[in-house]
């Protein structure tokens, strides 16, 4: 039978979980450690005890995966070469990685590092996968809410590796795309810290009145992903890594959770799909250690389904099963996994005593012979073959068993207990040392490192490229009144603001605008001194590019001055339309949520194509400051989405019928949060409740400098528009004093930051 290598990676919250999954039989382990990891409020292990940790799995043939998958800041960044070197230096296989800077710093000092792209940099197709890879990724773990055949296309166009998640918690919102936790209460996603607000009650409302009973339900609580049943399917597939969630669980469930997969991997290796199939049993065990009212198969086969989400709370009490735990407990929490090794040693006259220990470690060999003095005569009797192998087999302590030992021994020797018990302490401390040195690792120079990093991703070829970019994008001379960007979302307020002469700059909403009157509407507002660009969505999946793909001759004829991108993955998409037209792709700008928080994302994002950025929105004004924001663009109003999710909320109330429109979901507070249905690209933004407004704050936007101030504009009907293009354009045009145009407004992180 065929054996599949598919790596089972398994998750650590704690030093107990990280052992407690290489005892269950995880391939890789992923881990945080004590910052810059997702998960900050996990029993993230101290320096010492993670290096612990790589030793201790790494004597047993486990990969031990690094998170330091949050967005930092400057101050951040510039410590991350002196928190990374200890665990590079001992052997770590690799970083799962969200923020660009961070990838490329990590490039350049530790070349020898395999780098992941976590989920949290939404990676949704092979062209953004595919830029990832010539930054040094090897790995990317897409978007949960990929279907498998998406999946595929990425790794057989690009030729990473790919991780997929199997097991555990699910996001409503897409990693990396969620804010609802950062602007309600400060605790970023973006940081580790999300306070989970998607398992808390809403009521939602259509036309105002309720739409799926008139009880706040739990509308964003997705089951818990299970995909056993599918082993076969994603196995054959060519998955690399099958990825369990649950760094905030218990040592238990990891210990439970990572048994039971690595018991079906191994019957699927063993038996093929004919004898594949899941024991109730087992099922049951898994409900058991962790149950928020069911299990998914997840995203593989479907896009969205109500039967994916929980809609009641979660039960108070569940039954323990008390049983399970201890056989947890006792085989693989509360238990130090041994290395089996054979031992033979030689104990003759005049020569040092010697032994020689061997383990089997990764399909390979390893040996290390510790000496000892030269034996004694004995004045009595000599020592005993029978005895001094007992010496010899006591590894108590260590994490070694001795399971065969061949004994030389002359007769009529003395060998003390003392001088047995450091030959075996020294052999086993060197086999030890042997097989860690496998993978440990020792710094280069930087210089050294530089150059290994600029020969093995093209630097050369990426520095020309950030050259061209930085020169082709206009900066802010001191003093430059910034230009006015309006983004509109409908005809209404499209009309509205072309009456603004303020509005120099115009972007479309792709699905809000008909494609069918993009080349009129440019026409028109070019005629009138305006520039127009087009804004793509925020997903970019199967759904969009199809979109696109059937308007492919408006999008390149219309004569749009540039696009204002909200992922990378259609930088090269709209770059091979426009060659396919012949013609020059327009300008490309990066929205905010493309994240460049600090100084290396930034020269990033300029190599991967963005001209003009959006400045990120949740650094408050003292550390945007830290940034060069003569180039970029501001967000001074606008409802900034919250959430985006391949759920729909219609189709989980009331039912699809690919009519765009706006839902409202309320809180327990009573705040109402409008939702837009993006039927063409098939998933659903959740608005903040209030608009984010700068007005007011025009002596802290002035010391920023920003190219251009942007107002966004979502469910605003045309004379709400009108009134806020004026209002900001007096306020940030001609630092006009007076009444904010909206009433009920927040300033989100401009003054505040996050955690």
Not at 30 to 51: H, I, M, Q, T
Not at 139 to 153: D, F, G, H, K, N
Not at 260 to 280: C, Q, S, T
Not at 599 to 617: D, I, N, S, Y
Request: glycine residues 8%; proline residues 5%; neutral net charge.
């Amino acid at each position: 039978m065929k054996q599949f290598k598919t790596e089972l990676l398994a998750p650590a919250g704690s030093p107990e979980s990280l052992r407690a999954a290489v005892n269950a039989g995880a391939d890789a382990v992923y881990v945080g450690g004590s910052r810059f990891g997702a998960r900050a409020y996990a029993d993230n292990p101290a320096e010492d005890v993670l290096l612990d940790g790589i030793a201790y799995a790494h004597l047993f043939g486990t990969r031990i995966h690094l998170t330091v998958n949050t967005l930092l800041r400057d101050d951040e960044l510039a410590e991350l070469d002196s928190y990374m070197r200890p665990y590079y230096e001992a052997g770590l296989d690799a970083a799962i990685v969200q923020d660009l800077g961070v990838l490329s710093v990590l490039r350049q000092h530790f070349p020898l590092l395999a780098l992941h792209a976590s989920t949290q940099m939404t990676v949704t197709g092979p062209r953004f996968a595919a830029q990832l890879k010539e930054l040094g990724v090897v790995r990317v773990v897409p978007a949960r809410e990929l279907s498998l055949a998406e999946v595929l296309r990425i790794a057989r166009e690009t030729g990473l590796e790919t991780e997929t998640f199997v097991h555990g918690a699910l996001c409503y919102s897409y990693s990396g795309q969620c804010l609802m936790s950062s602007l309600i209460g400060g605790r970023s996603g973006n940081r580790g810290r999300c306070a989970q607000p998607c398992r808390l009650p809403y009521q939602l409302f259509r036309d105002g009145r309720p739409a799926k009973g008139k009880k706040p339900q739990y509308f964003l609580n997705c089951r818990d992903l299970c995909s056993l049943d599918l082993v076969p399917q994603l196995v054959s597939s060519g998955i690399t890594s099958f990825k369990i969630e649950g760094r905030m669980k218990s040592p238990r469930y990891t210990a439970g959770v990572t048994s039971i997969w690595r018991k079906y991997l191994d019957l699927f290796a063993a038996e093929g799909a004919e004898g594949y199939h899941v024991d109730p049993e087992d099922r049951k065990r898994l409900l058991e250690l962790f149950d928020r009212g069911g299990q998914t198969e997840g995203y593989y086969f479907c896009h969205g389904d109500p039967k994916m989400i929980y809609f009641g709370e979660k039960p108070d009490f569940r039954e323990v099963n008390d049983e399970l735990n201890r056989c947890l407990d006792n085989t693989f929490v509360r238990t130090e996994r041994t290395l089996p090794v054979r031992g033979a040693a030689v104990f003759v006259p005049g020569r040092p005593m010697e032994l020689t220990v061997t383990a089997e470690i990764s399909g390979r060999e390893l040996s290390f012979t510790a000496s000892g003095p030269v034996p004694e005569q004995a004045k009595n009797a000599g020592a005993e073959r029978d005895s001094v192998a007992a010496r010899l087999q006591k590894t108590g302590g260590t994490r070694f068993r001795m399971e065969d030992t061949k004994i030389d021994l002359a007769p009529g020797l003395f060998l003390p207990v003392g001088q047995l018990n450091a030959l075996r302490r020294d052999a086993l401390a060197g086999l030890e040392q042997e097989i860690l040195d496998l993978t440990r690792r020792k710094m280069q120079p930087p210089a050294e490192n530089a150059a290994c990093a600029g020969a093995e991703t093209g630097a050369g070829a990426d520095t020309e490229t950030e050259e061209r970019n930085s020169r082709d994008t206009e900066t802010a001379a001191p003093g430059r009144k910034p230009v006015l960007h309006v983004t509109v979302s409908t005809p209404e307020q499209l009309q509205a603001v072309s009456a603004v002469p303020d509005a120099e700059e115009i972007s479309l909403e792709s699905d809000g605008i008909d494609a069918a009157k993009w080349a009129e509407t440019v026409r028109r507002l070019h005629a009138a001194g305006r520039k127009v660009l087009l804004c793509m969505p925020q997903i970019f999946r199967t759904e969009a590019e199809r979109y696109f793909d059937e308007r492919k001759t408006a999008l390149t004829s219309a004569g749009f001055d540039g696009f204002v991108l909200r992922t990378p993955e259609e930088t090269e998409y709209l770059r091979a339309c426009f060659r396919e037209a012949l013609i020059l792709c327009p300008e490309l700008r990066f929205d905010f949520n493309i994240y460049g928080m600090n100084r290396e994302a930034r020269k990033v994002l300029h190599r991967l194509g963005g001209g003009r950025l959006t400045l990120p929105v949740e650094l408050n004004a003292r550390e945007l400051r830290a940034l060069p924001c003569r180039d970029s663009e501001l967000i001074v109003y606008g409802r900034l989405p919250m959430m985006v999710s391949a759920q729909c909320l219609k189709k989980n109330s009331t039912g699809c019928d690919r009519r765009p429109e706006y839902l409202t979901l309320e809180d327990r507070r009573g705040m109402r949060m409008p939702v837009r249905t993006h039927c063409a690209f098939c998933y659903n933004t959740i608005l903040n409740a209030q608009p984010l407004s700068l007005a007011g704050m025009q002596k802290e936007v002035r010391k920023l400098s920003p190219l251009s101030v942007r107002i966004l504009l979502t469910d605003e009907d045309a004379a709400a528009a009108d009134s806020i293009v004026r209002g900001y354009a007096d306020a940030f045009l001609r630092d006009v004093p007076g009444k904010d145009p909206v009433e009920n407004f927040t300033r989100g992180h401009f003054r505040r930051g996050v955690e």
